[in-house]
């Protein structure tokens, strides 16, 4: 099965622009993994706030956005707020099989 | 608004069953693929199944193959995860998650596999 790899923690400072990557071993991230990310905070249960690579829900901030980059897909937090410190978690899609990243803490400071 | 809520958890000892039940609303439940997805205390999502639009493909999880069993109901708009054979390490909370511009998750249902 494949595995699926995030930073397990960035920190960030106000204001600041942090890019959360995820990663296959399998070789690049591409469309048809159809990469999506989620945030989860402390209590809560996760929301997903990126799909199908860059596609957002209404609920998500405008300043996440999604991307592929270096072969990984890519989550670009600009403009980081301190509601933002939380979970994140990406899954990626192998031939209708879902594999979740092991999670990135991100802290605000 | 996507809304799903998921029922049917509890506490069950060692190789016994349980039933999920995730009753949708807000989308076209017909014409989204369905998850479920757990969440082990103090660890990150595990997805666990999946369900194509018209229950036409299915996948699982390594771990629970043999042992549960995901289907849906598109006339009742709900989705459903029979589990069999518990083990101590399913105990987690439960979500269903819809797919694409519905993939909303539920609030979960905790499920105890415990003696």
């Known amino acids: 099965q494949a595995v699926v790899t995030q930073e397990p923690s960035l920190t960030v400072s106000p204001g600041g622009t942090v890019t959360l990557t995820c990663g296959s071993s399998?070789?690049?991230?591409?469309?048809?993994?159809?990469p999506y990310w989620f945030q989860q905070k402390p209590g809560q249960a996760p929301r997903t706030l990126i799909y199908?690579?860059?596609n957002k829900h209404s609920w998500t901030p405008a300043r996440f956005s999604g991307s592929l980059l270096g072969g990984k897909a890519a989550l670009t937090l600009s403009g980081a707020q301190s509601e933002d410190e939380a979970d994140y978690y990406c899954?990626?899609?192998?031939?209708?099989?879902?594999?979740f990243g092991g999670g990135t803490k991100l802290t605000v400071l | 608004e996507v809304h799903l809520a998921e029922s049917g958890g509890g506490l069950v000892q060692p190789g016994g069953s349980l039933r999920l039940s995730c009753a949708a609303s807000?989308?076209?439940?017909?014409?989204?693929?369905m998850s479920w997805v757990r969440q082990a205390p103090g660890k990150g999502p595990e997805w666990v199944a999946n369900?194509?639009?018209?229950?036409?493909?299915?996948h699982y999880v390594d771990s629970v193959k043999g042992r549960f069993t995901i289907s849906r109901d598109n006339a009742k708009n709900s989705l459903y995860l029979q589990m069999n054979s518990l083990r101590v390490e399913d105990t987690a909370v439960y979500y269903c998650?819809?797919?694409?511009?519905?993939?909303?998750w539920g609030q979960g249902t905790l499920v105890t596999v415990s003696p």
């Open positions: 807000g989308f076209t439940f017909s014409t989204y693929w």
């Open positions: 199908d690579i860059t």
């Open positions: 899954h990626l899609v192998y031939s209708g099989v879902v594999v």
């Open positions: 399998t070789g690049a991230v591409t469309s048809g993994h159809y």
């Open positions: 998650l819809g797919s694409g511009s519905c993939s909303d």
């Open positions: 369900i194509k639009e018209d229950g036409s493909e299915i």
